[in-house]
């Protein structure tokens, strides 16, 4: 899934010769006549969102294997654990990967780059194609 966002560059005092600097098909007619102080161009980003997932029935032993493994990936564990079923908590920025005691290992999703990596990473320790 993609995310449009719209980022705006501001160029100041450019006047006409800002002319050529539009995308192919915006109007530019506002700087012909007196252009104002600033002028914003949009410019698209795409930024990449994998969706959560959960492995189901994973080993103890592998799920204490992972634990480690995202740490050394750059995870920050959560110390207080609300749900009395949760044996362990990681975070990487907003993804967080939260192991149970019967053994199933959910992921939140979000933007993070590696998350794909991170995803075939844990299929193959867990021993899921």
């Known amino acids: 899934m993609?995310?449009?966002?719209?980022?705006w560059r501001l160029?100041?005092?450019?006047?006409?010769?800002?002319?050529?600097?539009?995308?192919k098909g915006t109007s530019n007619t506002r700087l012909s006549?007196?252009?104002?102080?600033?002028?914003?161009?949009?410019?698209e980003v795409?930024?990449?969102?994998?969706?959560?997932r959960s492995w189901r029935h994973a080993a103890p032993d592998a799920l204490?294997?992972?634990?480690?493994?995202?740490?050394?990936?750059?995870a920050i564990e959560d110390r207080e654990l609300a749900n009395p079923h949760e044996l362990?908590?990681?975070?990487i920025e907003r993804v967080v990967f939260t192991a149970y005691t019967n053994g199933t290992l959910h992921c939140s999703g979000?933007?993070?780059?590696?998350?794909?990596?991170?995803?075939?990473?844990?299929?193959?320790?867990?021993?899921?194609e």
């Open 64 to 74: 204490a294997r992972l634990r480690p493994l995202l740490i050394r990936r750059g």
């Open 110 to 128: 979000g933007t993070l780059p590696e998350l794909s990596f991170l995803y075939r990473t844990i299929s193959e320790v867990l021993g899921v």
């Open 46 to 52: 795409d930024v990449l969102t994998m969706q959560g």
């Open 88 to 91: 362990w908590r990681v975070r």
């Open 11 to 23: 160029f100041r005092g450019l006047g006409r010769l800002a002319r050529g600097i539009f995308p």
């Open 2 to 7: 993609t995310i449009r966002g719209s980022v």
């Open 33 to 43: 006549s007196s252009p104002p102080r600033a002028t914003y161009l949009p410019c």
